[in-house]
């Protein structure tokens, strides 16, 4: 009777330990420096989860692809050539998580920023309210708009990427 008891209390653990899946994520440098990235399961503390192996969907940058995870990390197939802007995300069963990072590439490596959604409703905010202020300034506001929609689309960000990672944002922020 005591063992029936005692593996009926198990099964909660058991159920926990067969789901496992993505909550969080970060992307990082691959450690060999060539040229990859490496996609990191983050647990809910922050380190890496290295419960998480075998496949997991990715959407880069629109492009559907499976990850091959062991012990929570996983390598892309795509090199980056050159200093770009990349949207990460990830769908569970549960939830959803999407990140923008820009990449920038430099003789010593590759470095990963993250970057908020909610700095693409700010940063405009902002200026706004600068111009709005000083009606002097909306020529300069405007050209400087211009300027930053100019370089972030040569660099690999489009508008879509910009509203993608505000929704995202806004939607983790909520919930």
């Known amino acids: 009777m005591k063992k029936i008891i ?10 926990a330990a067969q789901e496992q899946n993505i909550q969080n994520f970060i992307v990082k440098e691959n450690l060999s420096k060539n040229g990859k990235l490496a996609v990191v399961a983050l647990d809910s503390l922050g380190n890496t989860n290295e419960n998480i ?25 795509q090199k980056i050539e050159s200093s770009t802007f990349v949207f990460f995300s990830h769908k569970n069963q549960q939830t959803s998580k999407g990140r923008l990072f820009y990449i920038y590439k430099s003789d010593s490596g590759l470095s990963p920023f993250a970057i908020s959604g909610l700095m693409f409703l700010i940063i405009p905010a902002i200026v706004l309210g600068i111009a709005y202020m000083f009606k002097k300034v909306i ?3 405007i050209a400087l708009a ?19 990672s505000i929704f995202s944002s806004l939607k983790n922020l909520i919930g």
Do not use: C, R
């Open 6 to 15: 005692f593996f009926l209390l198990l099964i909660p653990f058991w159920a």
């Open 53 to 77: 192996h075998g496949n997991y969907l990715f959407t880069i940058n629109g492009f559907s692809q499976a990850l091959q995870f062991h012990e929570g990390v996983a390598v892309p197939n």
């Open 139 to 141: 020529m300069t506001a």
């Open 146 to 164: 211009i300027v930053f929609f100019l370089f972030n689309h040569s660099q690999g960000l489009d508008l879509s990427k910009i509203f993608e």
